[in-house]
């Protein structure tokens, strides 16, 4: 209810931007929701929000703009999409397969397709191979059709789109090795 009515009172004076810390905190899931809504019916009004939080799924699903923060230095911001291309130019690739007989020959095929040094996944109960990639999408269209004409049973050939927690783990990441580095960029 605090959260609530803290809201309420900044709404009183119909502001143009809101600046909301970790306004979820807190709260229970069906009240998660409401704000989540509430959030999303400001944004359609054309409020500027500003959001910090620790709940980036929820972040992720309100936010169409995103800036993430470690160790006190900027790090990455845009749309999702563009703060993923700047943490990591590598895409993950997802290959969903029809047969379980598939999956040798397709982690074989990707193989000269993965990053260096990067992992083929195999998951037969998913019948699906997913890995990491620089390649444009001419050269993944060429996987495809290379998968295909090897005889390959291919449902679904995708790109698994980074999500927040993701991102934000990958510049933490890069922050802990600027520190370790002695490169962290600290101020004194």
Not at 23 to 37: F, K, V
Not at 39 to 46: I, K, N, T, V, W
């Amino acid at each position: 209810m605090k959260q609530r009515v803290a809201l309420a009172r900044t709404l009183l004076h119909d502001p143009v931007a809101l600046i909301l810390d970790e306004p979820a905190n807190g709260l229970d899931p069906p009240a998660r929701i409401e704000m989540r809504h509430l959030l999303l019916d400001l944004a359609a009004r054309g409020k500027t929000l500003i959001v910090t939080s620790h709940i980036l799924p929820e972040l992720a699903r309100i936010c169409d703009r995103v800036a993430i923060i470690a160790r006190g230095r900027l790090r990455a911001s845009g749309t999702l999409e563009e703060v993923a291309r700047q943490l990591s130019p590598l895409r993950t690739i997802e290959v969903l397969l029809t047969r379980a007989t598939d999956l040798t020959k397709t982690e074989g095929i990707v193989r000269g397709h993965a990053a260096p040094g990067s992992e083929i996944e195999a998951s037969e109960p998913e019948l699906a191979v997913r890995f990491r990639t620089a390649n444009s999408e001419s050269e993944l269209a060429g996987l495809l059709t290379q998968l295909v004409s090897a005889g390959v049973g291919v449902a679904q050939f995708r790109e698994v789109q980074t999500d927040l927690e993701e991102a934000f783990m990958t510049a933490a990441r890069e922050g802990d090795a600027e520190v370790a580095a002695g490169t962290g960029g600290e101020t004194s």
